[in-house]
């Protein structure tokens, strides 16, 4: 049957009806194009549902960014409750931290919306569309492999860029090199702590940090760090495939402005599901941070089991890295770093 305005109203009806938890209310706005939205729903944020002739639901939560579709009636619904629980559970923590049916803002959503429909909570689990898949819970420190970085990190230290390369052979060196490294440093096995070593005549270690680069090689991923590139450096994919570069993963941060990417490109193409610019500040706890059943399902998947595993980490970027460590093995050495071991080298060109 193909859904219609008033078959999804009376489908949520009947979800109403079976439930303590949720009323008509909660059913979201509903269009017939995303160029009602503000109309509709006013601010950016709140769901907003478009309808298409052939059946198609829509989920927006800005005029520009839609965040799933479907024909499934019953998805259509899931995606409904999902967002009403979320407020109902935001608002048992707000009013009674600690207390309650809700503790913990995500558990408490998943607790939620098993009370609903039991299949709901563990789809709600998953983080993905489907139903769930079988994942081992995290027994380690979330904070050992890469997100420990990822406090600092927000305000550009140890730099601005963190940048990943995965392929076969890729080679730590070639990559610093390809980005503009000096060579006779790569070549002689610099370390941070030999280049900060020549602090001094004006120079300290922020002026010596913006004129080098850090690499290695941690797991699958080759690693560069650094904050400005010199100038008239083309390190783009062509480049990066010949050197047999497969994927990379890039994130960014502009502290002063807060502005903070992610960018995730596999066999010459960026994964982005059209969005454009994914920004790091679009992930709230408790809420799937990309299109649902698209390119990028797969960190929505890894960010729930990050939240869900470690209640105890309080900042959304570290969850973030984490969920990115065990959905891509993305990995940095913490020692190395703060030890100042790291392989360095600096520019061969000055900047531009």
Request: proline share 5%.
């Amino acid at each position: 049957m193909q859904m219609t305005e008033h078959a999804l109203t009376q489908a949520w009806r009947r979800t109403v009806a079976g439930s303590e938890l949720l009323d008509d209310a909660m059913l979201p706005p509903t269009g017939t194009s995303r160029d009602q939205y503000t109309q509709r729903v006013g601010d950016p944020g709140g769901l907003f549902l478009v309808l298409d002739e052939d059946g198609t639901v829509r989920g927006y939560r800005s005029p520009y960014q839609e965040i799933f579709a479907t024909q499934d009636l019953d998805q259509a619904l899931y995606f409904v409750a999902e967002e009403a629980v979320r407020r109902l559970a935001e608002h048992i923590v707000a009013h009674t931290p600690g207390q309650g049916p809700v503790t913990n803002l995500v558990t408490g959503q998943a607790q939620l919306l098993d009370r609903i429909n039991p299949a709901w909570g563990s789809r709600f689990r998953s983080g993905g569309v489907d139903g769930p898949q079988t994942v081992q819970p995290c027994e380690r420190d979330p904070l050992e492999r890469l997100a420990w970085i990822a406090g600092t990190w927000r305000e550009q230290d140890p730099y601005t860029h963190l940048a990943f390369f995965r392929g076969e052979g890729v080679s730590a060196e070639q990559i610093a090199l390809l980005h503009g490294a000096n060579p006779d440093q790569v070549a002689a096995g610099t370390r941070l702590s030999d280049l900060r070593s020549h602090a001094g005549a004006g120079r300290d270690h922020w002026d010596i940090a913006w004129e080098s680069c850090c690499f290695g090689q941690e797991g699958d991923w080759a690693f560069l760090m650094y904050h400005e590139t010199p100038a008239g450096i083309r390190a783009d994919s062509a480049a990066l495939s010949r050197l047999g570069v497969t994927e990379t993963v890039r994130l960014s941060a502009t502290a002063a402005k807060a502005i903070y990417t992610f960018d995730y490109v596999r066999d010459g193409r960026r994964i982005d599901d059209d969005w454009g610019v994914l920004e790091l500040i679009w992930y709230e706890r408790g809420r799937a941070p990309y299109y649902r059943g698209g390119g990028l399902d797969f960190l929505n998947r890894a960010i729930r089991r990050a939240e869900l595993d470690h209640p105890e980490l309080t900042g959304e970027f570290e969850l973030y890295f984490h969920a990115l460590d065990t959905a891509l093995g993305l990995q940095l050495p913490r020692q190395d770093i703060q030890e100042e071991s790291v392989r360095a080298a600096q520019w061969a060109r000055g900047k531009g």
